[in-house]
């Protein structure tokens, strides 16, 4: 009896571990393949719970979810044989869990990403190559992107993947590419190119401007002038009208008043010698008894 126990113990036991081997769960977010003597007996299974033979079979589980690839940044010539850096990013899943597990070495990420990865490069080149490099850093991220990504897809379709998305993050020119002093320079011949015309603006508009100032000047001038001489004619004749009335009011007064102010006028900076004749009439009022 205690043999038929044990027996009975035991395959209880084998009976346990073999239900235990035949059971296993596809979590959410996964899929998995079932290996029938290292070929693939089912694939794409589902997530939930799944049964299979026990040591004959073996099950390989995978990520179903959005996975990135992020490489270095890649060099490419454009249509001038200019050279490019292109920072991008992929974003792939698994579509077809057979073929990428036939494909990616046994379904390995890393092994995946390798040989995506040139594809992903190949198709970027012939993008860029086909465009100029103004085209390709004005064509934007999206439309560079949206134009090669079916092309990525047919050649991902052999590892049995379906790329996403194709992001550019960066297109830069490279330090060491003769490039930079090409776009440097016609930059630099732009900048000088607007700075001479708006110098040469800045001369026309100062020049106008001076030259209306002078004309401006030359009219001011013109009428002060014109109105100096108006008021000195004025003046003269107002100075005529009143010594003519005051000489006709009394000649002798007059005549003496403007012996006076020649006499003034001649000895005004107090060391004038005058040698003259006695009788001159310019010292006729010297030495007379007139009044």
Do not use: C
Not at 224 to 253: C, M, N, S, V, W
Not at 275 to 286: A, G, I, K, T
Request: cysteine-free; proline content about 2%.
């Amino acid at each position: 009896m205690t043999r038929g126990f044990t027996l009975a113990v035991f395959i209880a036991v084998a009976a346990l571990l073999a239900a235990m081997g035949s059971v296993f769960i596809v979590n959410e977010g996964q899929t998995a393949i079932v290996l029938n003597l290292g070929k693939v007996a089912r694939a794409d299974l589902k997530p939930g719970l799944h049964f299979k033979w026990p040591l004959v079979e073996d099950v390989r589980k995978f990520d179903q979810r959005i996975l990135s690839l992020d490489d270095a940044p890649e060099r490419y010539l454009t249509a001038e044989k200019k050279d490019v850096s292109v920072d991008f990013f992929v974003k792939w899943r698994i579509k077809d869990v057979a073929t990428y597990y036939r494909a990616a070495s046994g379904g390995s990420e890393e092994a995946a990403r390798q040989r995506l990865t040139p594809i992903v490069k190949n198709a970027l080149r012939n993008e860029i190559n086909q465009r100029t490099l103004q085209e390709v850093v004005s064509a934007g991220r999206a439309e560079l992107s949206g134009s090669f990504l079916a092309v990525v897809n047919a050649g991902a379709s052999s590892l049995g993947v379906e790329v996403v998305d194709v992001r550019i993050k960066r297109i830069n020119l490279p330090e060491d590419s003769t490039i930079l002093d090409t776009v440097y320079g016609r930059m630099r011949t732009e900048r000088t190119q607007v700075a001479n015309q708006l110098r040469a603006e800045g001369v026309e508009q100062s020049e106008t401007i001076r030259s209306e100032a002078d004309r401006q000047r030359q009219v001011t001038i013109a009428e002060a002038e014109r109105d100096a001489q108006k008021l000195r004619g004025e003046g003269d004749a107002r100075a005529a009208e009143i010594a003519a009335a005051a000489y006709g009011q009394d000649p002798e007064f007059y005549a003496f008043y403007r012996s006076l102010e020649a006499y003034r006028n001649s000895m005004a900076d107090g060391q004038t010698v005058l040698v003259l004749d006695p009788d001159s009439e310019f010292l006729r009022y010297f030495g007379s008894d007139k009044r």
